[in-house]
Structure formats: C-alpha cells, structure tokens
C-alpha cells in the first residue's frame, strides 16, 4: 500500500479559495436582495402616493356631494355613465385640490359619476376616481357609493 503524501501548501490553498467563493457567494446573494427589496419598496412607495391622491379627490368629491355643489364636464349637471366615456360623467376638480394633492393642473387625475339613485329620501351616489403616474405606470382607483340622508 502506497501512502500519498499531501502537500500542505495546496491543501491551504484549496481551503482558502473554497472558503473565498463561498464568502464572494454570500455577499452577493445578500447584495442582490437588498436592491431587490428596495425596488419593492419604491414600488409601493409610488403606489401609496397613487392612492392617497385618489382618496383625497375622493374626498373632496364627498364633501362638494354634501354641500350640493357637485358639476360635471366644466360646471354643467352630471350624467351618469357606467363606462366613464361620456364628456358629460367627468366631475369638476378644483384645482387648488389637485394642487394639494401634488398634481398640479389636475394632470392624472379623473373621477366619473356612475350613478345616482333614489331610495325613500336617501340618495346613494356612485363614483369612480383615477390616479395614475404615467413615467412609472402606478395607477390607483377608488370606487364609492354615498349616501345623503336629508
């Protein structure tokens, strides 16, 4: 029986750079998941900006309902229209609210009236509000029904 003698210096060597791409393995593998998880967040961070800014149209939609001062298509009454296609379903943002709200002009901002219905002496009106972003593609949309009680 031949006994191999093993050369101390290549064993190290081995070890060193077996250790040294596991090192080079961890380090990368954790510097991927942290970009990864701040793209994630800036993802959310801009959604959540999207859908403030609709909760807030929302808002100020809700309290111009409340004070019956609610128009459509620059100052007419409001029709309701289901697909939000007509000119005349498109309700009035003041701009001072969009600028609030961080849109100046009341760019990427819409809100459509869908309908209005009577039941007893409450109204119940429905709504639909759209935020979007167009250099990232974010968009958020809130949907509500509000009733009015005399």
């Known amino acids: 029986m031949k006994l191999y003698r093993l050369n101390e210096k290549g064993v190290a060597l081995v070890t060193t750079l077996l250790l040294g791409f596991l090192a080079i393995g961890l380090v990368a593998t954790a510097y991927f998941l942290g970009l990864r998880a701040t793209r994630m967040s800036g993802l959310g961070k801009r959604y959540i900006t999207e859908l403030?800014?609709?909760k807030g149209t929302s808002q100020?939609?809700?309290a111009t309902l409340r004070a019956s001062s609610l128009t459509c298509?620059?100052?007419?009454?409001c029709v309701g229209d289901q697909t939000c296609a007509?000119?005349?379903?498109n309700i009035d943002i003041h701009p001072n609210i969009c600028a609030s709200l961080g849109k100046a002009g009341c760019a990427n901002i819409a809100a459509c009236y869908l309908s209005s219905t009577v039941s007893g002496t409450d109204t119940m009106t429905s709504v639909n509000?759209?935020?979007?972003?167009p250099n990232t593609g974010e968009q958020a949309v809130v949907d509500f029904v509000y009733?009015?009680?005399p």
């Open 52 to 54: 403030d800014v609709a």
């Open 60 to 62: 100020y939609i809700m």
């Open 147 to 149: 009733k009015l009680s």
């Open 86 to 89: 007509s000119a005349a379903s």
């Open 129 to 133: 509000v759209r935020s979007n972003n």
């Open 73 to 77: 298509n620059g100052g007419g009454a």
